[in-house]
């Protein structure tokens, strides 16, 4: 196929591999390069012949990518990444900092908007497919409550987050929604319910040698924006054990949007997912949001993006006559 889109992915983790496998499933695109900031001769690509580059030289490659995927995580490595490449680059990246999503959408906007590129910024599942369901939920039934619930299931981000934390070795995060809550969410009663009585945050956590067991606890379940408002647990456990027990990445969760019409109808609209890899899922969703960055950037439409602002369609490979006969 000509004229494929090139990709280009920083990061080569658990999220950059499934970029990398999802861009394999796209005909109409092509991986150019792989950015690291480890020694590039260790990392293996998946894809032959793709070759891998220190991200300090990434801006010799400002002619051969059309698209950088950005695969790094969101507490320490896209607040820093997203706005500098952002300046160089068309981009896409799943920050998942809810509640630093405004400042990040600025910073990254006045970059892109600098170099003239389009950045698609916090699209995955939640934030990004999550949220089109909250707002459809919301503009559909105006009178009404929203409820997220996310889990049983692994969350990349929050394990990252610990993952950073001093005297940590390696860790995993695990987000179990509180089923008490899903059946009231869906019931139609409306319940009022706190961040604590919708899910509970399970740590399992690989101490670094001589750190304080805890001390790690406590920066763990203070942490801002992550556990400070969760019920959370920690429990220390070996390496061996971690990488026996709790090496899968499930993960998934609803949107159930409760609410009335007319003089009080009940109605429900409910979003779900169940999925067997969420670093795999998460990056095909990004694949899928590069697509729409190029076709946005080669019409003018720049600065930063989020999933609010990205036509359903310009997703598709299909065009727009063949979405109507077959999909609409």
Same mark, same amino acid.
């Given at each position: 196929?000509?004229?494929?889109?090139?990709?280009?992915?920083?990061?080569?983790?658990?999220?950059?591999?499934?970029?990398?496998?999802?861009?394999?499933?796209?005909?109409?695109?092509?991986?150019?390069?792989?950015?690291?900031?480890?020694?590039?001769?260790?990392?293996?690509?998946?894809?032959?012949?793709?070759?891998?580059?220190?991200?300090?030289?990434?801006?010799?490659?400002?002619?051969?990518?059309?698209?950088?995927?950005?695969?790094?995580?969101?507490?320490?490595?896209?607040?820093?990444?997203?706005?500098?490449?952002?300046?160089?680059?068309?981009?896409?990246?799943?920050?998942?900092?809810?509640?630093?999503?405004?400042?990040?959408?600025?910073?990254?906007?006045?970059?892109?908007?600098?170099?003239?590129?389009?950045?698609?910024?916090?699209?995955?599942?939640?934030?990004?497919?999550?949220?089109?369901?909250?707002?459809?939920?919301?503009?559909?039934?105006?009178?009404?409550?929203?409820?997220?619930?996310?889990?049983?299931?692994?969350?990349?981000?929050?394990?990252?987050?610990?993952?950073?934390?001093?005297?940590?070795?390696?860790?995993?995060?695990?987000?179990?929604?509180?089923?008490?809550?899903?059946?009231?969410?869906?019931?139609?009663?409306?319940?009022?319910?706190?961040?604590?009585?919708?899910?509970?945050?399970?740590?399992?956590?690989?101490?670094?040698?001589?750190?304080?067991?805890?001390?790690?606890?406590?920066?763990?379940?203070?942490?801002?924006?992550?556990?400070?408002?969760?019920?959370?647990?920690?429990?220390?456990?070996?390496?061996?054990?971690?990488?026996?027990?709790?090496?899968?990445?499930?993960?998934?969760?609803?949107?159930? =949007?409760? *609410?009335? &019409? #007319?003089?009080? +109808? %009940?109605?429900?609209?409910?979003?779900? @997912?169940?999925?067997?890899?969420?670093?795999?899922?998460?990056?095909?969703?990004?694949?899928?949001?590069?697509?729409?960055?190029?076709?946005?950037? =080669?019409? *003018?439409? &720049? #600065?930063?993006? +989020? %999933?609010?602002?990205?036509?359903?369609? @310009?997703?598709?490979?299909?065009?727009?006559?063949?979405?109507?006969?077959?999909?609409?």
């Amino acid at each position: 196929m000509n004229d494929k889109i090139r990709i280009g992915i920083v990061g080569h983790g658990n999220l950059g591999r499934g970029v990398e496998a999802s861009i394999t499933q796209n005909p109409d695109m092509k991986l150019v390069g792989i950015f690291t900031r480890r020694n590039p001769v260790d990392i293996k690509p998946l894809t032959a012949g793709v070759s891998v580059h220190a991200l300090a030289d990434v801006a010799n490659f400002r002619k051969d990518i059309d698209v950088m995927i950005l695969c790094g995580g969101s507490k320490s490595d896209l607040p820093e990444q997203g706005p500098a490449l952002a300046a160089l680059f068309n981009t896409v990246d799943s920050f998942d900092t809810h509640a630093k999503i405004p400042e990040y959408f600025d910073a990254v906007d006045k970059a892109a908007r600098s170099g003239g590129y389009t950045a698609m910024i916090a699209m995955g599942w939640d934030p990004g497919l999550f949220s089109i369901n909250r707002l459809y939920g919301e503009a559909v039934l105006p009178k009404g409550d929203t409820y997220s619930f996310w889990g049983y299931g692994v969350s990349q981000g929050h394990s990252d987050a610990i993952r950073r934390v001093p005297g940590v070795k390696n860790a995993v995060q695990y987000t179990v929604p509180l089923e008490k809550a899903m059946e009231l969410a869906r019931s139609g009663s409306r319940p009022k319910l706190t961040t604590r009585e919708k899910h509970l945050r399970d740590c399992y956590v690989v101490l670094a040698e001589g750190a304080d067991a805890a001390a790690v606890t406590q920066a763990i379940v203070t942490m801002p924006d992550y556990f400070v408002d969760y019920d959370t647990k920690v429990t220390f456990i070996s390496e061996d054990e971690l990488k026996s027990k709790h090496s899968a990445m499930p993960h998934g969760g609803f949107v159930i =949007r409760s *609410g009335v &019409t #007319g003089q009080g +109808t %009940a109605q429900t609209l409910e979003f779900r @997912l169940a999925l067997g890899s969420n670093p795999e899922f998460t990056a095909s969703t990004l694949v899928a949001y590069a697509r729409a960055a190029i076709r946005m950037n =080669r019409k *003018g439409d &720049t #600065g930063a993006k +989020t %999933a609010f602002d990205v036509a359903p369609g @310009l997703l598709s490979p299909k065009g727009a006559a063949e979405l109507r006969k077959e999909l609409l």
